[in-house]
T-cell receptor
């Protein structure tokens, strides 16, 4: 009963480094997304996908890249890490419009 | 424009007290969905409830109850006889229904209410 699995849980990066946050879901959900959570700002949408091969930008896409080659996986790439990207990242999935969104456990990222 | 307001930033109650978390939303759509999520100190986001705009019935689940009032655009959450395990940040969220399948139902989250239940 894995649900949404994201890795790593904790990561420290140096400014300028790149990395990929992995996300996988086993619920056959079409919709997947990445959010970031910052103090006092709730959750903000970074990128989303409505199916394999289809991705689009959310509210705060700059500095991030995504791809969706399979239904199950939706990795988030930080191209050149900046301190402003220090945040908690959540991967999420759902069956579609208006359906319940299920979240991964979160990834705590610090950029120094 | 879509907006979710949770005016209570932090609430502290003594164990066994009842507490209500407020959520006010704004939307121009007639079809939309409302959610509540719980984020305990461990950090994960736990789904609590989903409600569509056509169902105004209040819901009760154990010590939790939700009051949906379209007339005041509110979807308030009440915890009865609070317990220490209820200490968490609670998020209210709004999703508008789009007609096109390729359009993502952009879920807007409120800023959250931090609830502390003191033993």
């Amino acid at each position: 009963n894995a649900g949404v699995t994201q890795t790593p849980k904790f990561q420290v990066l140096k400014t300028g480094q790149s990395m990929t946050l992995q996300c996988a879901q086993d619920m056959n959900h079409e919709y997947m997304s990445w959010y970031r959570q910052d103090p006092g700002m709730g959750l903000r949408l970074i990128h989303y996908s409505v199916g394999a091969g289809i991705t689009d930008q959310g509210e705060v896409p700059n500095g991030y890249n995504v791809s969706r080659s399979t239904t199950e996986d939706f990795p988030l790439r930080l191209l050149s890490a900046a301190p402003s990207q220090t945040s908690v990242y959540f991967c999420a999935s759902s069956y579609g419009q208006g359906n319940t969104i299920y979240f991964g456990e979160g990834s705590w990222l610090t950029v120094v | 424009a879509q907006k979710v307001t949770q005016a209570q930033t932090e609430i502290s109650v003594v164990e066994k007290e009842d507490v209500t978390l407020d959520c006010v939303y704004e939307t121009r759509d007639t079809t939309y969905y409302l959610f509540w999520y719980k984020q305990p100190p461990s950090g994960e986001l736990v789904f609590l409830i989903r409600r569509n705009s056509f169902d105004e019935q209040n819901e009760i689940s154990g010590r939790y109850s939700w009051n949906f009032q379209k007339s005041t655009s509110s979807f308030n959450f009440t915890i009865t006889a609070s317990q220490v395990v209820d200490s968490a940040v609670y998020f209210c969220a709004l999703s508008e229904a789009y007609v096109m399948k390729t359009s993502y139902d952009k879920v807007i989250f409120g800023p959250g209410t931090s609830l502390s239940v003191i033993p």
